[in-house]
């Protein structure tokens, strides 16, 4: 049974930083990509950045120059580094890996909060 577990939010002023992480358990094939989604109150889910299996990295326009996705394999885990945060970053974090093929398969986590403060 594939797990998700984020952990690594929490209250920060503007301008600082946080990282997040993504625990991965179990047996996941044909990975497509690893990605952060956030969603604030009110608002549809959007993704913050992505990496293919491959390594290649895109980033929400909002987010570029200040967040970070990298992984480590060794520990199966996904992460966000966060830097000069705003108040608009303030939202719920989903990890998510999907499956490349006809059938994709999204796996999320339960999210984890990040509120900035002004």
């Known amino acids: 049974q594939v797990q998700l577990v984020e952990s690594g939010g929490g209250l920060v002023q503007a301008g600082g930083s946080l990282r997040l992480s993504c625990a991965a358990s179990?047996?996941?094939?044909?990975?497509?990509?690893l990605a952060w989604y956030r969603q604030a109150p009110g608002k549809q889910r959007e993704l913050v950045a992505a990496?293919?299996?491959?390594?290649?990295?895109n980033y929400a326009d909002f987010v570029k120059g200040r967040f970070t996705i990298s992984r480590d394999n060794a520990k199966n885990t996904v992460y966000l580094q966060m830097t000069s945060l705003k108040p608009e970053d303030s939202a719920v974090y989903y990890c998510?890996?999907?499956?490349?093929?006809?059938?994709?398969?999204?796996?999320w986590g339960q999210g984890t909060q990040v509120a900035v403060s002004a």
């Open positions: 990496m293919t299996s491959g390594g290649s990295t």
């Open positions: 179990g047996s996941i094939f044909n990975i497509n990509a």
């Open positions: 998510n890996i999907n499956t490349r093929g006809v059938f994709r398969i999204d796996y």
